[in-house]
């Protein structure tokens, strides 16, 4: 192939850029153990850890999604790059000139869409950066300075402006090299009578930036009169960006969000500006659209979904403001974190309330005080009459589900006392009652309330991996040392939860080829792990007999508990043993099913992706020899 990175080259790469520095630009990394760091795995999702890096290998790999492999490996799934274009992504980072081999290498024509059309927006943010100090920008910056900000906040964020006339961007990136069908495919120009022109023309832009720090796209603010466009524009959809998976601003907070364990979540790009100036750090916000599921999902790979983290939703007073705070609220059990809000006095937003009041007003407004499910539980009683029994009838069903659906047992309980008290009624046990029901229809239908989706586990989120619907499938077969070694590994779990953990719990569903032993896997997540066992015992095990689908599973479960070892001396070394066994057969068995597709992508196909399969065998080998050689010390 044209092009090809030379192989002693790629390999120098791969050495040059630590792993753990690149994920942790992704998701937060804790300690695993054994030299090992552990974080939500940013290709599915899930509640507890189950990606694990290791640094002094170089490595990557999800026990639960089972994606796993090295630097590139990683950067080529997250960032949906080929083989090449990431190589020379992290070449560029590391300062490392690549060699081309076989001749005819042309970066402008032969590099792959994707890269193209990040050069052209990092081009185009430079350009309307160095426009801002022009006179036509005049307008720009006299909005900027009415909101506080200087030139020194407008480089921070590297605010620009884009000139009035049609095309100055487009022919700026033609002179760069870059062709008409790219500057159409950015989104930075747009089809006009005789060809492209700019998209954005007389406003104040900011550039948009993913969590790597790459700009994908831009917001512009409208300045002038005359222009009879919406008072803000986005970047359309494109390859590179998409405004339900982009935060505004997490480049530069996601390091203090990972640190604070909190973020803050704000409605527009000034006020993010405002927050960060202000010294609240951990601001982002949307991109021209609600706060929804992929949103939340950046945010969990930062917060590690830790007990402790914080979210705090700023939204203005009014009806609007009201309606925004309760559409995220129905997100809230997507988060393990609590979730907040905060409401300006005078409906005042971050930025109207730093110029008014300063920072220090903006550090207050932020800091924990109405939890959002009591902001959603006063917004839906408020529109009933509680003065009449049939008003606080009605408005205890609706408020209920709501209640139930808090995750914490004890939280749940003091909220439903809480909710008496707002609704008037005296007899607090029958609203805790009346609460209590709710969530166990929650856990009958496996939803989150009476009416929820089928399928749905009790304690998951709706974008969480679902549950499996029963356990069918091959039966148990005791003479299957496969079976034999997942029935040890899962009773040390109900049993001796302290042998395991928190090894165990990085173990993902499809590790245990046993349906039925999946299934109890699967219900141990759902009680929080093998972890929550060590620290609460009795406890923990009835919390794993509520997560159980039906009777046959419950009966597992019960039966795992209480059945005697089939070892003599049940330790550390015993325990290590059956968590080895079991990771190496998995392994083992995802080594088979890659080395299948080698083989048929060696008959055909795409080189490229022979090359990056390939690299992902060796991956796993050289883990599957780790694990054969030190045992439990390389899980």
């Known amino acids: 192939?044209?092009?090809?990175?030379?192989?002693?080259?790629?390999?120098?790469?791969?050495?040059?850029?630590?792993?753990?520095?690149?994920?942790?630009?992704?998701?937060q990394l804790r300690s695993a153990g054994g030299g090992n760091l552990k974080g939500l795995c940013p290709f599915h999702d899930e509640k507890s850890p189950s990606f694990q890096v290791s640094p002094s290998k170089g490595l990557f790999h999800c026990f639960g999604c089972q994606e796993g492999g090295d630097t590139i490996a990683f950067v080529m799934k997250i960032d949906h790059l080929s083989f090449s274009e990431t190589v020379e992504r992290l070449a560029a980072q590391a300062g490392i000139t690549l060699r081309y081999e076989e001749g005819g290498y042309n970066p402008s024509s032969q590099r792959g869409e994707r890269t193209r059309l990040v050069e052209a927006h990092k081009i185009a943010a430079e350009f309307y950066a160095e426009q801002l100090s022009g006179a036509e920008a005049e307008p720009g910056r006299t909005f900027l300075a009415e909101r506080g900000f200087d030139q020194a906040a407008a480089e921070h964020f590297g605010v620009g402006y884009s000139p009035a006339g049609w095309d100055h961007l487009t022919r700026y990136l033609r002179g760069k090299g870059f062709t008409d069908r790219e500057l159409l495919l950015s989104g930075l120009s747009q089809d006009g009578r005789r060809?492209?022109?700019?998209?954005?023309?007389?406003?104040?832009?900011?550039?948009?930036?993913?969590?790597?720090?790459?700009?994908?796209?831009?917001?512009a603010r409208k300045l002038r009169d005359d222009d009879n466009g919406p008072k803000y524009l986005n970047t359309p959809e494109t390859a590179i960006y998409k405004k339900s998976q982009v935060l505004y601003g997490v480049d530069l907070a996601k390091k203090d969000i990972a640190k604070a364990s909190r973020a803050v979540v704000v409605e527009g790009y000034t006020d993010v500006m405002a927050c960060h100036l202000a010294g609240v750090t951990t601001a982002i916000a949307t991109c021209g659209t609600a706060f929804g599921g992929d949103h939340i999902k950046i945010l969990r790979r930062l917060l590690m979904d830790n007990g402790s983290a914080r979210v705090i939703f700023t939204f203005d007073g009014d009806a609007a403001g009201q309606k925004a705070a309760l559409r995220a609220f129905e997100d809230d059990q997507k988060f393990a974190a609590e979730t907040y809000i905060a409401i300006a006095p005078d409906n005042m937003d971050p930025c109207d309330l730093r110029l008014v009041k300063g920072d220090e007003?903006?550090?207050?407004?932020?800091?924990?005080?109405?939890?959002?499910?009591?902001?959603?539980?006063r917004q839906i009683v408020n529109r009933y009459?509680?003065?009449?029994?049939?008003?606080?009838?009605?408005?205890?069903?609706?408020?209920?589900?709501?209640?139930?659906?808090?995750?914490?047992?004890?939280?749940?309980?003091?909220?439903?006392?809480?909710?008496?008290?707002?609704?008037?009624?005296?007899?607090?046990?029958?609203?805790?009652?009346?609460?209590?029901q709710v969530a166990r229809w929650a856990r009958d239908r496996g939803g989150r309330g009476p009416a929820a989706e089928p399928g749905r586990s009790p304690r998951s989120p709706a974008y969480e991996i679902q549950a499996p619907q029963g356990t069918s499938g091959p039966a148990l077969n005791f003479r299957?040392?496969?079976?034999?070694?997942?029935?040890?590994?899962?009773?040390?779990a109900l049993q001796k939860p302290e042998l395991v953990s928190p090894a165990f719990d990085a173990y993902g569903e499809d590790e245990f080829t046993a349906p039925p032993y999946a299934m109890v896997r699967h219900c141990?997540?759902?009680?929080?792990?093998?972890?929550?066992?060590?620290?609460?015992?009795?406890?923990?095990?009835?919390?794993?007999?509520?997560?159980?689908?039906?009777?046959?599973?419950?009966?597992l479960v019960t039966e795992l508990a209480v059945e005697v070892f089939r070892g003599k001396t049940i330790d550390e070394m015993?325990?290590?043993?059956?968590l080895v066994q079991v990771r190496i057969r998995a392994v083992d068995r995802r080594i088979q099913d890659i080395t299948g597709t080698l083989t048929r992508l060696a008959s055909g196909g795409d080189p490229e992706r022979?090359?990056?399969?390939?690299?992902?065998?060796?991956?796993?080998?050289?883990?599957?020899?780790?694990?054969?050689?030190?045992?439990?010390?390389a899980l």
């Open 1 to 27: 192939m044209a092009g090809r990175i030379n192989d002693d080259d790629v390999k120098v790469v791969r050495d040059a850029v630590p792993i753990d520095a690149v994920v942790s630009e992704y998701l």
């Open 524 to 555: 141990i997540e759902e009680a929080g792990g093998s972890e929550q066992g060590v620290s609460d015992g009795r406890g923990y095990l009835a919390r794993v007999l509520e997560a159980v689908p039906d009777d046959s599973v419950r009966k």
């Open 610 to 633: 022979y090359a990056a399969v390939q690299n992902d065998l060796w991956v796993l080998q050289q883990y599957g020899q780790s694990l054969r050689i030190r045992g439990a010390d």
């Open 195 to 219: 060809g492209p022109i700019d998209r954005f023309r007389g406003r104040l832009m900011w550039p948009i930036r993913d969590i790597s720090g790459e700009v994908v796209g831009f917001g």
């Open 361 to 377: 007003a903006v550090q207050d407004l932020v800091e924990p005080r109405t939890p959002l499910f009591e902001f959603a539980i």
């Open 574 to 578: 015993y325990a290590g043993h059956h």
């Open 480 to 492: 299957s040392p496969a079976h034999r070694t997942e029935r040890e590994l899962l009773k040390l």
């Open 385 to 436: 009459d509680l003065e009449t029994p049939a008003g606080r009838a009605a408005a205890l069903d609706e408020a209920a589900p709501i209640v139930a659906r808090i995750k914490n047992g004890s939280s749940q309980h003091e909220v439903a006392v809480q909710l008496a008290g707002i609704l008037g009624i005296l007899d607090t046990q029958f609203v805790v009652k009346r609460v209590a």
